[in-house]
């Protein structure tokens, strides 16, 4: 049973940080990209980032670029994301979820490549 907990997420005002966090369990966590999407209200969910299996590559939505920042600990079996800069339009919950495609290390992510999910951490920023 794949587990996937996010935490972090919380109120912060525009121009500050975050940083979110997606503790896995019960997989090689090791062997699969992780990523992070997001879902504003009325929104369809979006990819915000991606780092691939081994850490050495990571992959960024346009939107984040310059002010987000992906990571992983293999060891620890979680992945984080430093958030600076944060605008109102950054509002959404944010998700974690795994890549199906074992050593994946491509740029290309979406909602349906990822076999897991977390239950996703609500990040608001106020102007």
């Known amino acids: 049973q794949v587990q996937l907990v996010e935490s972090g997420g919380g109120l912060v005002q525009a121009g500050g940080s975050l940083r979110l966090s997606c503790a896995a369990s019960g997989r090689i966590f090791s062997d699969y990209a992780m990523c992070w999407f997001r879902q504003a209200p009325g929104k369809e969910r979006e990819f915000v980032a991606a780092?691939?299996?081994?850490?050495?590559?990571?992959y960024y939505a346009d939107s984040v670029k310059g002010r987000f920042t992906i990571s992983r600990d293999n060891a620890k079996n979680t992945m984080y994301l430093q958030m600076n800069s944060l605008k109102p339009e950054d509002t959404a919950v944010y998700y974690c979820?795994?890549?199906?495609?074992?050593?994946?290390?491509?740029?290309?992510?979406?909602?349906?490549?990822?076999?897991?999910w977390g239950k996703g951490t609500l990040v608001t920023v106020s102007s």
């Open positions: 979820a795994t890549d199906r495609r074992i050593y994946y290390s491509g740029p290309y992510y979406s909602p349906v490549d990822m076999n897991y």
């Open positions: 780092i691939i299996w081994n850490g050495g590559s990571a």
